[in-house]
Antibody, heavy 117, light 109 residues
């Protein structure tokens, strides 16, 4: 059974960079797309972007200028960096495995990141 | 960007009743790349349906999806107590690669 776990600081100051890591267990990270999705409190889901294990990426155009994703296949991990954060970036951040023809079939439990001074 | 609209915003039903949820796209969704998710409070979304009508692994057959082009439907044939949740549709075939609808909340009448 594939499991995903997000980790990273729960509090980030405005204008700084949010950094999260997702660790995949119970299966190989190779040959899949891995995504980040966020959800502000009481609101809907926003797709941030995805990375393939080759390192190729697709980002949401609305966030593209601030987003960087990377993957470390040796550690079965992938990561998200979101720069110049504001209060609007406060949300629960989920990592997920994305199958391009079948949606996101495995999700992490989510981690709350609050942007505040 | 394909914009998804879900209706109704809230659906109030009793256990045992049939639920019909709608997802409409602003333009045609290629190859029916449309998925449905269920989300309960404090939990991550769970994939229910992909390809508009294929049930994901372990999903009970009371959940079914249909539709093509711009109009899609999720039907829950008989609501169980555990089905009261928020449901999101997602298209994953166009640029940007994926967008979600705003969700439909199914609550207990």
């Amino acid at each position: 059974q594939v499991q995903l776990q997000e980790s990273g600081p729960g509090l980030v100051k405005p204008s700084e960079t949010l950094s999260l890591t997702c660790t995949v267990s119970g299966g190989s990270i190779s040959s899949y797309y891995w995504s980040w999705i966020r959800q502000p409190a009481g609101k809907g889901l926003e797709w941030i972007g995805r990375i393939y294990t080759s390192g190729s990426t697709n980002y949401n155009p609305s966030l593209k200028s601030r987003v960087t994703m990377s993957v470390d296949t040796s550690k079965n991990q992938f990561s998200l960096k979101l720069s110049s954060v504001t209060a609007a970036d406060t949300a629960v951040y989920y990592c997920a495995r994305e199958i391009p023809v079948a949606g996101c079939d495995y999700w992490g439990q989510g981690t709350l990141v609050t942007v505040s001074s | 960007e394909i914009v998804l609209t879900q209706s109704p915003g809230t659906l109030s039903l009793s256990p045992g009743e049939r639920a019909t949820l709608s997802c409409r796209a602003s333009q045609s969704v290629s190859s029916s790349y449309l998925a449905w998710y269920q989300q309960k409070p404090g939990q991550a979304p769970r994939l229910l349906i992909y390809g508009a009508s294929s049930r994901a692994t372990g999903i009970p057959d009371r959940f079914s999806g249909s539709g093509s082009g711009t109009d899609f439907t999720l039907t829950i044939s008989r609501l169980e107590p555990e089905d009261f949740a928020v449901y999101y549709c997602q298209q994953y075939g166009s640029s940007p690669p994926t967008t979600f609808g705003p969700g439909t909340k199914v609550d207990i009448k």
